[in-house]
């Protein structure tokens, strides 16, 4: 409900314990192998290719959808060092919103900095080619990753599933595009149909220009189609016999009329859920908030779950956490979703909303610098965060060539330097023909610079000199890709020093 303000706001440019957090880490040390290949359901749970139970706690990245038509933020910062702070943080899925402008003849992203060496594979690439990247290095990284159908087009958010100016026609055949696009890399494992339809869209009432569970069936028999591994994420609407709340956020349908597709065990469902900074609702000023909000999600999309059904995924929930009310609110709502330590995978999907600082009406996970993490928001969502996936290897994306021959160059930037200390980054871009299974970077100082801290790799430093080499997770890069690490030293005025790059 409201939607329309925020979704222009995006366009335009009570803390948890941190025990929860310590044990979550060590739920995901015990569940590290779980995440491989496609997913599928059972009952209330999502399961991978082995049968083992996995929960999506992830992050929303947003700008796809809008005229830059690529996702935020990479005018500040290369796409691979978001990928690995989401990493560090312990989501584990990316949620990727777009608009079918991305599949038009001649799109390409703009607001992409190229500037030091960042993001500097995605040059010459139009929308569909800087996708490719992104998911074949969030892959890399064992992030999952979801993609989102989020609007027709870079003008607005649509009530229906349709316009105008981009027909059923056009939703479904970009959606089978996307389906074979993503056939056997299995780092995307579904898609979300349609984001937030509204009034006049229905749930069950059979009128095909309107009903909303039709239409999901429609278009997911056309993308299991092409691709029957996938999962098919349905979202609610807003209004069901009478009964309203927030855009995309009703399932009470479900109860009467499922989602039934031609493979069995590939829908989940998916609720959106906000607080006072989007919009008011009753609830909100009900005595007996926030103890009337379990039952409140119950109403409209927790029933799903709780009667074994089918998976419930919390898409999008966000707030700027800026009135008690909010910060009750997600109080309330993180321990609906279910305390991984508790639960583990036997609970609530979610993907936070938004990765993003410039979500009008939210905020963000990254604050305005696109670079520091806002910890008491971060910090809510600790006790639900969930293991990491296996990485997929680095393996070739759509289009990236191979070859035999192992190289690699890397480039020394000093972001920052106060004198006393700073702060540099390094990145190690494959300039070989083959992917790279780890590499090694030299530099000498010529002052008495030390490294006093690093992050995604390891160190070693005798004298001058310092050899840094891969972390677990960023050693495989592809041909033309990039890894990135970043790292503190003591004192400042080092200047930039010549650096080797040694790979294999």
């Known amino acids: 409900m409201f939607r329309s303000l925020r979704r222009a706001l995006c366009a335009a440019a009570l803390l948890l314990p941190l025990l929860a957090g310590a044990q979550t880490a060590h739920a995901a040390e015990a569940k590290a192998d779980a995440g491989a290949g496609y997913w599928h359901t059972s009952g209330r749970q999502i399961l991978d290719a082995s049968g083992q139970p996995v929960r999506i706690a992830g992050i929303n990245w947003f700008g796809f959808e809008t005229s830059n038509q690529v ?4 005018w500040s910062r290369d796409y691979k060092s978001m990928i690995d702070q989401m990493k560090s943080l312990g989501y584990n899925t990316i949620r990727i919103p777009y608009s079918d402008d991305i599949f038009k003849p001649g799109t390409v992203p703009n607001s992409i900095d190229f500037s030091s060496g960042k993001n500097a594979d995605l040059q010459g690439l139009n929308s569909l080619g800087v996708l490719d990247r992104i998911v074949s290095y969030a892959g890399q990284d064992g992030l999952k990753v979801i993609l989102d159908r989020h609007r027709p087009d870079s003008g607005g958010q649509s009530a229906l599933w349709y316009t105008a100016a981009v027909p059923e026609s056009t939703w479904i055949a970009n959606l089978k595009a996307l389906a074979t696009r993503y056939k056997g890399q299995d780092t995307v494992v579904g898609i979300d149909l349609h984001n937030e339809p509204h009034d006049p869209a229905c749930w069950g009432c059979g009128d095909t220009a309107t009903d909303w569970r039709l239409a999901a069936q429609r278009a997911g028999n056309a993308v299991l189609g092409i691709n029957p591994d996938l999962l098919v994420f349905v979202e609610g609407v807003q209004t069901f016999n009478g009964v309203s709340g927030w855009w995309g956020g009703n399932l009470m349908g479900v109860a009467q009329y499922p989602v039934q597709l031609n493979v069995a065990n590939r829908v989940v469902y998916s609720a959106h859920d906000y607080a006072t900074s989007v919009a008011q609702q009753s609830w909100f000023s009900d005595p007996a908030f926030p103890a009337n909000m379990p039952g409140i999600w119950d109403k409209y999309w927790g029933y799903i779950f709780k009667q074994n059904i089918a998976p ?8 700027t956490l800026q009135s008690t009310v909010d910060q009750k609110w997600l109080a309330a709502l993180v321990s609906y979703l279910r305390p991984t330590s508790t639960y583990g995978a036997d609970s609530f999907h979610w993907t936070f909303w938004s990765w ?21 928001k971060d910090g809510y969502l600790a006790g639900v965060k969930a293991p990491g996936f ?18 690699c160059t890397a480039t020394y930037t000093v972001s920052s330097d106060w004198g006393s200390g700073f702060n540099a980054e390094v990145k190690v871009t494959n300039s070989g023909t083959t992917a790279l299974r780890s590499w090694t970077v030299t530099w000498t100082w010529p002052g008495s610079q030390k490294v006093t801290s690093m992050w995604n790799a390891s160190y070693t430093q005798t004298g001058s000199t310092v050899t840094a080499t891969n972390a ?14 970043g790292f503190g030293g003591a004192p400042g005025g080092g200047g930039v020093p010549s650096v080797s790059c040694t790979a294999a």
Do not use: R, Y
């Open 356 to 376: 993003n600082p410039n979500s009008g009406d939210t905020g963000g996970i990254l604050k305005d610098d696109w670079q520091t993490v806002d910890t008491v």
């Open 312 to 319: 419930v995924w919390v898409g999008e929930f966000g707030t």
């Open 472 to 485: 677990a997770h960023n050693g495989a890069v592809e041909v033309g890709s990039s890894a990135t690490f």
């Open 71 to 74: 996702v935020h933020g990479l």
């Open 390 to 407: 296996p990485g997929s290897g680095g393996g070739p994306g759509p289009g990236d060539p191979g070859g035999s021959t192992a190289a």
